[in-house]
Each structure stands twice: as C-alpha cells, then as structure tokens.
C-alpha cells in the first residue's frame, strides 16, 4: 500500500476474494503478502505465488479482486509469465469486482477489458507518481524541508506535534546530532588543510568516527561524499539541482568554499607524483599569479626545486631551490614565534592567575543559564497543559514551542561550552601552544624530523603561504599572530591578557584540532 490508511480496504477484498472461491467450490488458497512490485527482490511473491502456480499438475485458477490489483501487485516480468501461462493453457485470470475472467481463448472484447484495464491502472499509478513529486519539490523549494533520511551528523526527531488534518500523525524533523556532529566539523576543517581523502579518513577512525550504516569505521569513499554533501552548509540537493534548506547547518559557507577549492586543486594534481610527500606540495602558491608551486626532485639524492605551474599564462617563473624557501620560513615565520624561555614561567603563572578569575565568572554564568533554562521549561509545560488556545493556530504552538527549544539547545550548548573552559582545557591547550611555539622553529630546521611532521607544523600557524620567486609571503593564524605582535613590541607581559581575551576563542578551538594534539604528543 503506498499510503498505510489504505489498509482498511483489505477485509473487505479478502471477503470478496473467499466468497468467490466459495462459489465455485473448489480448493483454494488465500495469499498474503507485503512486497512491492516495483522495490527489491519478490521473494515472497515468488515463494508464495509464482512457484505454487509453475508446479502444478492442473489447471489453477488465480484470482485478483481487480485489474488494478494484478497490474499493481504484479512486476512487469510477472505479468509476462502470466500471460506466457496463460498461452499455455496452465492457468485462468478471474477479476470478480470486473465480472471479468480470462483464458487462452478468450474473445477480444475480454482481452480488450483487460488491456485497457492494465493500461488506465498504470495511468493511475503514474498520477499519483506525478503528485508525490510536486509534493515533494513543493516541500523543497517552498518549505525548505529534506525529504530523506537525515544526513550523517543529523537525526531524524519526532517533534510530538499532531499534524492537523492527519489523526495519529506527527510532525518529523531534523536537527544535528550532538554524538556525531563533530566528526563532520573535523572532517572538513582537515580537508581544508589540503589533507587527502585517505589521511583525512584516517584521522577520523583514529578520533572514532564510525559508519552510520553499518557501525564501522567510517571510509574513505563515504568521507569523500561527505565532503561534497552541501547539507552541511545550509543547502541539500534535489534532482541535481541545489536549494537552500530550513536546519542549523554543521560549518560555514567560508569553510564549505575552502575545502572545495581543495578538491578541484587536488583533483587538477592528481598525478603520479602526488603520492611523494613533498614539503610544500598543495601547500605554497605562487604570488604573482596564484597558481600552485610544484616541486621536482630530489637531484643527485637529496636537492629540491620549486617554481611556479604557470597555468595562468607564463610570467618569467624560475625553480628555486627548496633551502631558500625553507630558510626564510625559519627565519621570518617560524623566529617570530619563538618566545624566550625566560619569559615563559612568567607567562604560565599569569595565565593560572587569570584563568581563577575566569574559574568564579564561569561558575557564575553556568547558574544563570541553569535558571533562564528551567523557567523555558516550565513555559513548555505550561503551552502543553493550556494547548486549547491555540486551536485556532495550531502552526503559532508549533512555532513558539520550536523557538523554545532551540533557545534551550543553545543554552546547552552555552553550558557544555562554560564547563569545559572551566575545567581546565583553556590553561592546558595555552600552555602547550606557548611550548610548541617555542621549539616548532627548531623541528622545522631538523633533519632528522621526517617530512610530514614538517608539514604539520607549516599548516599550524599559517593560513596563506606564497612565493614571488625570492621572497615568502605569509599570513599568520591566531593565537600566533598574537604571538608575533609580542615579540614584535617586546611585551611578554601582555600574551596572557591577550590569550585569555581576544584570542581565547581560537585557543579553545585547539583543544579539539587533532593535528594540534598530534604536534604536541610528537614533540615532547
């Protein structure tokens, strides 16, 4: 039955269906069963109909209450078996609520019937085809609404609100799931590093990211769809088409744009060199035309070359030997961060001293949100308990209690976020930022660290990295940027103040990047 309400007509065409065999008094056998016609393998079709009927030694007589009946419950290949046996003389057709009953020799005008019978329920059904998917391009483009099941980071909820005009029924929605919503969110943000497919698969099981499907460890061709998904950026895809929807997305535009930047380029410099773990490889762009920079080598076992693709049109670009680049990395990058280990007990002990101030405000706005919380949850059981007001508008109920909510989700969200910055986490991550800090200029230079960890510390303070031919260009990622200004302006004195008050967002973030804990764990 395509709509569930449909099967309150089934007594009523089982009672026609005995009756009929009654009449004609003969043995018989009433089939039940629940399979579509036109989704998945028949195997109690198969098992309870067509394999009864092809080994019989007589003539069986199949009974369907209407034409519409045998051209609905029957496969296109199941009704060419049927007529196939009925050439054979193996069975007859009857259709009692038609007055209809056919054999092999049948006149036209029968035949006819049940052409056209066969015919206006295959309209019929095509009808109904054509109204569920206006209905459902409606619900899109209309009422923003996916209409599957929920995408990975998602689930599927049931709000309690009864749809009006539908008894029983309930409305569904959809809202991020707060057990998996942080893989999606770090699947991108490493993506967006210019990671592959692969490592960023690996990273992900090794964070315990699992299937949705099966439970497993989640991989790589299901990672690399969930990182074309525009779900997770406030857009679904519909018919090939692309339409804004209605839920909280999981990133932002600005991230969704950046990792798909990285798919093209990656998928442009998919050779048979990018499997060769190259320092700068999809990492340095040139600076006069903003193409990516390719490395050749090594010569003679252990020199390096870059110089610009020139895919923009050629502009004069030389190789330039990897040393140089390197050089000035470690010089102008990786220096700057360097903090004097002098300066950093000072700086450990201001931030212990502030973080007990940060300790007592927390504590102070945990209980506040606690309260602002449960006074919305006694208005929730207040609407419930007075829900005949709103009779007249059930849609203003479901839109304030909606608002509700959402507001007590991000209550929750505000203090899951306060506990964890009091718990330790903000003080722990700044310390280990001001450590690797200090030494990353030294593993940098190190030829003993092997190259992927290089790369790692290149993506960890930079966001831009360019070559004009002679000289880098950079920018600097917080907290390091803030980093870079103290030694600038000699004022170590100043980089806990700022950690825990203009940057304090960005240190948090750190506790949960895992190219972040993989450095640190690395490096001690």
Not at 202 to 214: I, T, Y
Not at 351 to 356: G, S
Not at 406 to 417: G, K, P, V, Y
Request: proline content about 5%; charged content about 30%; overall charge positive.
């Amino acid at each position: 039955m395509s709509d569930p309400q449909q099967i309150d007509a089934l007594p009523a065409q089982k009672k026609r269906l005995l009756e009929y065999a009654a009449l004609k008094r003969l043995p018989y056998t009433y089939v039940p069963f629940d399979e579509s016609a036109y989704k998945g393998k028949r195997e109690k079709f198969k098992e309870r109909v067509i394999d009864p009927i092809s080994k019989a030694q007589s003539l069986v007589t199949v009974v369907f209450d209407k034409i519409d009946r045998f051209s609905r419950d029957s496969s296109s290949i199941e009704k060419t078996l049927f007529k196939k046996l009925l050439r054979q003389s193996k069975i007859e057709l009857h259709f009692p609520s038609d007055n209809l009953y056919i054999h092999r020799d049948s006149p036209a005008p029968d035949l006819f019937r049940l052409d056209i019978g066969v015919a206006l329920s295959a309209y019929y059904g095509s009808t109904i085809r054509d109204n569920v998917n206006r209905r459902f391009e409606q619900l899109v483009e209309e009422e923003k609404t996916w209409i599957g099941r929920a995408p990975f980071g998602y689930s599927n909820i049931d709000t309690g609100i009864p749809i009006e005009g539908k008894k029983g029924k309930t409305k569904k929605d959809i809202q991020p799931d707060p057990a998996t919503r942080q893989f999606v969110v770090m699947a991108f943000e490493l993506r967006a590093t210019g990671m592959s497919y692969e490592a960023v698969a690996q990273r992900l099981r090794k964070a315990g990211m699992l299937s949705s499907v099966k439970g497993q460890p989640i991989l790589t061709p299901q990672v690399e769809r969930l990182l074309k998904h525009p779900f997770y950026y406030g857009y679904m895809r519909y018919k090939r088409e692309v339409y804004p929807h209605r839920y909280e997305p999981l990133i932002s535009a600005s991230l969704w744009r950046k990792v798909q930047e990285v798919n093209e380029r990656r998928a442009v410099a998919r050779t048979k060199y990018a499997t060769k773990d190259h320092l700068y490889r999809d990492f340095l762009s040139c600076d006069i035309c903003g193409y990516t920079v390719t490395t050749d080598g090594p010569k003679k076992g252990k020199y390096y070359y870059l110089k610009c693709t020139e895919y923009g049109g050629s502009h004069g670009a030389k190789w330039s030997p990897e040393q140089m680049i390197s050089a000035q990395v470690a010089e102008r990058v990786f220096r700057c961060l360097k903090i004097p280990q002098k300066e950093v007990p000072s700086i450990l002990t201001a931030l212990e001293q502030d973080e007990e101030e940060t300790y007592s405000f927390l504590k102070g706005k945990i209980r506040q949100l606690r309260v602002e919380h449960g006074q919305l949850d006694e208005e929730v059981k207040d609407m419930f308990r007075d829900r005949r007001t709103f009779q007249v508008r059930p849609e203003l109920f479901a839109e304030i209690v909606s608002e509700k909510t959402a507001r007590q989700a991000l209550i929750e969200d505000e203090i899951a976020s306060c506990q964890q910055e009091g718990n330790g986490d903000f003080l722990l991550t700044s310390k280990q930022i001001v450590e690797l800090a200090r030494r990353a200029g030294e593993l940098f230079l190190n030829p003993d660290v092997r190259i992927s960890y290089k790369r790692r510390l290149l993506r960890m303070p930079l966001s831009n990295l360019a070559w004009d031919g002679e000289n880098i260009k950079f920018e600097l990622k917080e907290p390091y940027a803030t980093i870079a200004a103290c030694q600038k302006n000699d004022s170590w004195c100043a980089l806990a103040l700022k950690f825990r008050t203009e940057c304090r967002s960005e240190v948090m973030a750190l506790r949960h990047d895992l190219e972040f804990r993989d450095l640190v764990a690395e490096s001690l």
